[in-house]
DNA sequence: ATAGTTGTAACCGTATTAGTTACAACTATG
DNA sequence: CATAGTTGTAACTAATACGGTTACAACTAT
């Protein structure tokens, strides 16, 4: 199993929207054309970024902004915008016995463990900034 | 994006295998009893963990033991053995245009902190051995 | 009015998953 | 030795997710 590649997609969206700001449109065409992808999976990925609150898209025009200050940009909150969608990342089995000494309990011997390695990942996606890495990209002018 | 379930049957399967130890013979069916499952699921999952050496199956007659302590096996060996195929559970967008400044970066930017988020979750599920699940189970008998 | 763009629906091929049926190989037991 | 129960595995199914693609209505600067 692996998480799907918008959560990499989205993160060199949201770079280049910051790099190439004020210096051309990043329109879905031009973001596609760094990510290696078609137009519609950056316009699909973008819609999920806005839904979340981190960027702006200039409609019939076109154009990406960050909506916040890429210090204040994360990888758990781009990873929240296109990726999560259930509440644990561990998919827990359905049916387990309840009257099983070990099925009855099974829930409760794991749920808070598999919440804790959740959460572990999260702090660790939450304390990458989006700056840390805009800031490694030599800005070829200024 | 949610990891298969296999990781919380397979620790179910392997709690089962050891609480019931001696007492019943833990075959799939019976496994699958528990777990609610098809005894072909279970199969399928014992055959990975008797593959990363956790359990020995006796052919024909049945029956699951373990192979090593429950305090050596952690929710990782699990893991590893019924979920692990690929490096990183982060999958990486295949063409990134070299040729442009982010694209052309964003591995470099990207890979290691990737690599520690999934080191820190691997980490953290090494920490939870068997045996301290096993023991939060009262033991009937004895 | 036009050209370029976004947002979104619809569809495709591929892959993975849990589940199921089927069956050969194996093993203890009568 | 024959049998019943079991494992190991292949083959198939339905459901779901993914990246990709085509198409098109709605929007906007010029």
């Known amino acids: 199993m692996q998480f799907s590649a918008r959560l990499t997609m989205a993160t060199h969206i949201?770079?280049?929207?910051d790099y190439f700001s004020g210096e051309?449109?990043?329109?879905?065409?031009?973001?596609?054309?760094?990510?290696?992808t078609?137009?519609?999976?950056?316009r699909r990925i973008l819609g999920q970024l806005r839904n979340a609150g981190l960027i702006t898209v200039e409609q019939g025009i076109g154009g990406v902004?960050?909506?916040k200050d890429p210090s204040e940009i994360?990888?758990?909150d781009i990873y929240n915008a296109v990726e999560k969608k259930e509440e644990t990342i561990f998919h827990f089995h359905e049916n387990p016995n309840?009257?099983?000494?070990v099925g009855g309990r099974i829930h409760e011997l794991l749920d808070d463990?598999?919440?804790?390695?959740?959460k572990c990942m999260e702090k660790e996606l939450s304390d990458i900034k989006l700056s840390a890495l805009a800031d490694k990209i030599p800005?070829?002018?200024e």
């Open 14 to 17: 949201l770079l280049a929207a």
């Open 65 to 67: 902004s960050l909506a």
């Open 98 to 101: 309840g009257a099983c000494p």
């Open 74 to 76: 994360s990888l758990l």
């Open 24 to 36: 051309v449109r990043t329109t879905s065409e031009f973001l596609a054309g760094s990510v290696g």
């Open 139 to 141: 800005k070829g002018k």
């Open 38 to 42: 078609n137009p519609v999976i950056v």
């Open 113 to 118: 463990e598999l919440e804790r390695v959740t």
